[in-house]
């Protein structure tokens, strides 16, 4: 079981940036994806980012990929996700998960779970 609590949403202003961090419980030797999504309110959960135990990035868009950058702390068992440019559309709670294996963007492809994080952008 591997336990993941994510920091760092909150509120920022339109332009503004933030860092999302996620630390999971346990530390594996085996192959391995942590990843971002995000969930708006009436929206489907939808994929921001992943990064993989080789350290390959993928993102759920070009706009994602230009304003946004994951990044690993091996030492801390901690991914984070930073967040420039920030939009009012960005708002949502963002979402860490955990899977064995390659990145995937399908969230049923994820088997943990932390609570999420709130980001609102105000206009």
């Known amino acids: 079981q591997v336990q993941l609590v994510e920091s760092g949403g909150g509120l920022v202003q339109a332009g503004g940036s933030l860092r999302l961090s996620c630390a999971a419980s346990?530390?594996?030797?085996?192959?391995?994806?942590m990843a971002w999504f995000r969930q708006a309110p009436g929206k489907e959960r939808e994929f921001v980012a992943a990064l993989d135990w080789k350290g390959i990035g993928t993102y759920g868009g070009d706009s994602m990929k230009a304003r946004f950058a994951i990044s690993r702390d091996n030492a801390k068992n901690t991914v984070y996700l930073q967040l420039n440019s920030l939009k009012p559309e960005d708002t949502a709670v963002y979402y860490c998960a955990w899977r064995y294996g390659g990145g995937r963007s399908d969230r049923s492809a994820y088997n943990y779970w932390g609570q999420g994080t709130q980001v609102t952008v105000s206009s």
């Open positions: 346990e530390r594996t030797f085996s192959a391995y994806t």
